[in-house]
């Protein structure tokens, strides 16, 4: 079992080859400059309309998000087709005249299940925000049924440049199992199967593009969880997924599994790459993510510190491990520039690294 819990783990750091660095994606930079938490809203088939009234914003404002949960408020809970909210639309009026639409589908799920929401989209193209702006809000669904918004917060957002991309190779063989999760509120029978999870925070509140690719083509799928990821309960906190099968209805193709996600600075996020099926081969993967802000790993400052067993856990061990290493001049104890030499820069690195903590 793997659980994580907002804490810094030295699983998700060991191993994996990263690089942050300038890169283009289907968005620029789209970062949060204003959040207004609002009421809970339902919305029936006929649509709903929201007031926004923005003032005292100095920033030109390019997008528009939305994070809450998308609930049936109205529902077939029989098991029938409806509501499956894979159409709901957010059509947006701006105090400049400007209008613009969410792509469709946006958020929602084929399921009857609570989903959550963190989506933004652009196209504003620069627009002085203040003012009263116009949500309109089409739930997809024919009568009787009605959807809903819950803990319901707006978000403006503004460009910020090219995006920084955040890249690692890594493998879906890891020892790990778990059932993964089908969709939204189902179990895959296909289990269990091998995951890879990257834990991690982003130091810019914006929209961020997920990409997978399988070095084999073949199968795979990945998730997103939010806050907390417990392996033996894969849908709790489960936040967004993409399959990677060619069967995707979000016409992924095989072998590549990718997403959008309004993501908050301060929020502990888990990416889970994860084998397709227990039949499926084990596969080389290449995971991107690219955005606004820097992706922070979980653990990555500890790698130095953490030296002698038992390892997840920094105490004096570890110091000693490194004296040893620095009197003898060995590698594992030059930790900082310039290469080659034991000085007093190593041992500030080291104290750095130590300083940031395990668990």
């Given at each position: 079992?793997?659980?994580?819990?907002?804490?810094?783990?030295?699983?998700?750091?060991?191993?994996?080859?990263?690089?942050?660095?300038?890169g283009a994606s289907a968005h620029?930079?789209?970062?949060?400059?204003?959040?207004?938490?609002?009421?809970?809203?339902?919305?029936?088939?006929?649509?709903?309309?929201?007031?926004?009234?923005?003032?005292?914003?100095?920033?030109?404002?390019?997008?528009?998000?939305?994070?809450?949960?998308?609930?049936?408020?109205?529902?077939?809970?029989?098991?029938?087709?409806?509501?499956?909210?894979?159409?709901?639309?957010?059509?947006?009026?701006?105090?400049?005249?400007?209008?613009?639409?969410?792509?469709?589908?946006?958020?929602?799920?084929?399921?009857?299940?609570?989903?959550?929401?963190?989506?933004?989209?652009?196209?504003?193209?620069?627009?002085?925000?203040?003012?009263?702006?116009?949500?309109?809000?089409?739930?997809?669904?024919?009568?009787?049924?009605?959807?809903?918004?819950?803990?319901?917060?707006?978000?403006?957002?503004?460009?910020?440049?090219?995006?920084?991309?955040?890249?690692y190779s890594e493998s879906t063989?890891?020892?790990?199992?778990?059932?993964?999760?089908?969709?939204?509120?189902?179990?895959?029978?296909?289990?269990?199967?091998?995951?890879?999870?990257?834990?991690?925070?982003?130091?810019?509140?914006?929209?961020?593009?997920?990409?997978?690719?399988?070095?084999?083509?073949?199968?795979?799928?990945?998730?997103?969880?939010?806050?907390?990821?417990?392996?033996?309960l894969p849908l709790l906190n489960?936040?967004?997924?993409?399959?990677?099968?060619?069967?995707?209805?979000?016409?992924?193709?095989?072998?590549?599994?990718?997403?959008?996600?309004?993501?908050?600075?301060?929020?502990?996020?888990?990416?889970?790459?994860?084998?397709?099926?227990?039949?499926?081969?084990?596969?080389?993967?290449?995971?991107?993510?690219?955005?606004?802000?820097?992706?922070?790993?979980?653990?990555?400052?500890?790698?130095?510190?953490?030296?002698?067993?038992?390892?997840?856990?920094?105490?004096?061990?570890?110091?000693?491990?490194?004296?040893?290493?620095?009197?003898?001049?060995?590698?594992?104890?030059?930790?900082?520039?310039?290469?080659?030499?034991?000085?007093?820069?190593?041992?500030?690195?080291?104290?750095?690294?130590?300083?940031?903590?395990?668990?």
């Open positions: 079992m793997f659980r994580c819990a907002g804490s810094k783990s030295v699983f998700v750091a060991a191993g994996i080859a990263a690089a942050a660095v300038s620029a930079g789209i970062r949060v400059v204003a959040s207004f938490p609002a009421s809970d809203i339902d919305v029936p088939s006929s649509g709903a309309v929201v007031p926004l009234q923005v003032s005292g914003l100095s920033e030109l404002v390019s997008g528009f998000g939305i994070t809450g949960e998308w609930v049936g408020v109205v529902r077939d809970n029989g098991g029938g087709v409806n509501p499956w909210p894979l159409d709901f639309g957010v059509h947006v009026s701006t105090p400049a005249g400007v209008t613009r639409s969410s792509p469709a589908p946006w958020f929602g799920d084929v399921s009857i299940a609570d989903y959550p929401v963190a989506d933004a989209f652009d196209g504003f193209g620069g627009i002085d925000p203040n003012g009263e702006w116009q949500i309109a809000l089409d739930s997809g669904n024919p009568s009787p049924w009605v959807a809903g918004l819950r803990d319901v917060t707006y978000h403006l957002l503004a460009e910020s440049g090219a995006d920084l991309e955040f890249g063989q890891q020892g790990n199992a778990w059932s993964r999760p089908f969709f939204i509120e189902g179990v895959s029978g296909l289990g269990p199967v091998d995951y890879h999870v990257l834990e991690f925070t982003v130091s810019v509140s914006g929209l961020y593009s997920f990409e997978s690719l399988l070095a084999s083509g073949g199968d795979h799928w990945t998730c997103l969880y939010k806050d907390d990821f417990l392996d033996i489960l936040h967004e997924y993409s399959l990677g099968n060619g069967f995707s209805p979000f016409d992924v193709p095989r072998g590549e599994s990718s997403f959008d996600q309004l993501l908050l600075e301060g929020t502990t996020y888990y990416w889970v790459t994860s084998q397709w099926a227990s039949f499926s081969a084990f596969s080389e993967f290449t995971n991107t993510i690219s955005g606004p802000g820097e992706v922070l790993v979980a653990g990555a400052g500890c790698n130095a510190a953490d030296n002698a067993e038992p390892f997840g856990v920094l105490d004096l061990a570890d110091v000693q491990g490194f004296v040893g290493a620095f009197l003898n001049q060995e590698p594992a104890a030059d930790v900082a520039a310039p290469e080659g030499v034991w000085d007093l820069a190593d041992v500030q690195g080291f104290v750095v690294a130590f300083n940031a903590g395990c668990p």
